[in-house]
């Protein structure tokens, strides 16, 4: 399997574009399924359903679908890409060498999900909420839109951010020991208080002032009307 560098982090991806031996399906993964070796791709349905299932070495691509589930299900190697999920609520589900490239996940609802090994790259992840995540091994977001993104109460250790929009993005209670922000402009993310021991480049010591000041809302006396 191909391995990716991001600065001190190796990533471990599937690499399955061109492997002969997946086998097309024609609709998702039954609740409480296994699937293997499978391709689903260019679909435009109404809802995706996936729940208590088991998908290993598989694609989805260029799915559409107007709203999401999926609860309590386990990705191994697979590739999500070019898809528009809408409406995304994840739970209880755990990833490993899992890539989601070029996907629309906007608003997602992403609680209690285990990642290892997963790469978020050029995803639009605006107004998502991350719920009690937990980065058991890499993870990745590169080139994503985070506006107004919530994290609250995970665990992003060692986990990299590069090159991301994080305007308003809010970082809440969690552990950010490692998380490495050195690749991204962090004036204008919320929380900035709750990211100790994250990685960040000296250039970005403004930006983090300016983040700051804006949470603590002070007054500077230059502005205040002067007395008579």
Avoid: W
């Amino acid at each position: 399997m191909p391995t990716r560098h991001y600065g001190r982090t190796t990533i471990t991806l599937p690499d399955l574009d061109d492997d002969p031996y997946l086998g097309v399906i024609a609709s998702p993964p039954r609740p409480g399924s296994t699937v293997t070796e499978f391709r689903y791709t260019d679909q435009d349905i109404r809802d995706l359903d996936l729940t208590e299932a088991d998908l290993r070495n598989g694609i989805l691509h260029n799915v559409s679908a107007q709203r999401t589930t999926i609860e309590n299900v386990r990705f191994s190697s697979v590739q999500i890409t070019a898809s528009d999920l809408g409406v995304l609520h994840l739970s209880g589900s755990k990833a490993s060498r899992t890539l989601f490239r070029g996907c629309r996940l906007m608003g997602s609802a992403i609680t209690g999900a285990v990642l290892d090994n997963v790469l978020f790259e050029n995803c639009r992840l605006d107004y998502a909420t991350f719920d009690r995540i937990r980065a058991s091994g890499p993870l990745v977001f590169d080139r994503c839109v985070l506006t107004e993104a919530a994290f609250t109460s995970c665990d992003l250790t060692d986990v990299v951010m590069r090159d991301c929009t994080l305007l308003a993005t809010a970082f809440g209670t969690g552990t950010y020991k490692g998380l490495d922000l050195s690749g991204s402009d962090l004036s204008a993310v919320r929380g900035v208080g709750n990211l100790r021991e994250a990685v960040v480049s000296r250039a970005q010591q403004l930006q983090i002032t300016d983040a700051l000041l804006a949470e603590l809302n002070v007054t500077y006396s230059e502005d205040l009307p002067q007395s008579r």
